[in-house]
């Protein structure tokens, strides 16, 4: 069964690209990723989602090495309003199984 | 304007009694879930329903109990035999497969 582990926290500066990854060994072909973006007392929101290569939408980007083991979350030019909680998830394909990573701490200085 | 609405936003509860947290969604989600997050931590999954009237234990169902009675509401009671209950709490649904979760903004529950 796969498992997800984030690194716990990360420094960033304003205007820097932000780089977070999630390590899940053992994910299918057909398994996807979402992630999610969480501030204090609320809960987490949607950033992106994927399976396979790259994904971008407006806000971020997805890359998914052919390998699977592991996903990258980009975010370009963060602001101080990036800082907060990410999450990845693992979505086990034609099951309900939903596996949460452990969440990444961004931090984002001025 | 679609959306989860959990209620209340804080809550209190004196240690013995049972409380009953709100999750109303008007997605058309079939799918709904129970989630438990404690300070500093990640999310931990107590119930889950895929369909009306059914529903399964997650990881941490022990002390908890749910319903589902209709598609649009998920409450989740809190029982006394659960040993450790002051947590955020947090509700999501979803609807079809690979469909993104879409969460409450939680309810802050602190027993005393």
């Known amino acids: 069964l796969a498992k997800t582990t984030q690194p716990i926290s990360m420094d960033s500066y304003e205007g820097q690209e932000v780089n977070i990854t999630c390590s899940h060994n053992?994910?299918?072909?057909?398994?996807?990723i979402t992630w999610y973006q969480q501030f204090p007392s609320q809960g987490p929101r949607f950033i992106i989602q994927g399976y396979k290569t790259k994904v971008t939408n407006e806000v971020a980007s997805l890359f998914i090495p052919a390998d699977r083991k592991s996903s990258t979350l980009s975010l370009p030019r963060v602001s101080l309003s990036d800082t907060a909680v990410y999450y990845c998830l693992v979505g086990i394909y034609n099951t309900d199984k939903l596996i949460f990573g452990t969440g990444t701490r961004l931090q984002v200085f001025p | 304007d679609g959306g989860i609405t959990q209620s209340p936003k804080y809550l209190f509860r004196k240690e013995g009694q049972n409380v009953t947290l709100s999750c109303e969604q008007n997605?058309?989600?079939?799918?709904m879930y129970w989630y438990r997050q404690d300070p500093g931590q990640g999310l931990r999954l107590i119930y889950y329903?895929?369909?009306?009237?059914?529903?399964q234990k997650g990881d941490i169902a022990e002390g908890y109990s749910v319903s589902r009675e209709k598609k649009e509401s998920f409450p989740l009671t809190v029982t006394s035999a659960q040993k450790n209950p002051t947590a955020f709490y947090l509700c999501a649904s979803s609807g079809q497969f690979y469909s993104p979760l879409h969460f409450g903004n939680g309810t802050r529950l602190t027993v005393t």
């Open positions: 997605l058309n989600h079939d799918a």
């Open positions: 329903s895929q369909i009306v009237n059914d529903f």
């Open positions: 053992n994910i299918a072909t057909n398994d996807y």
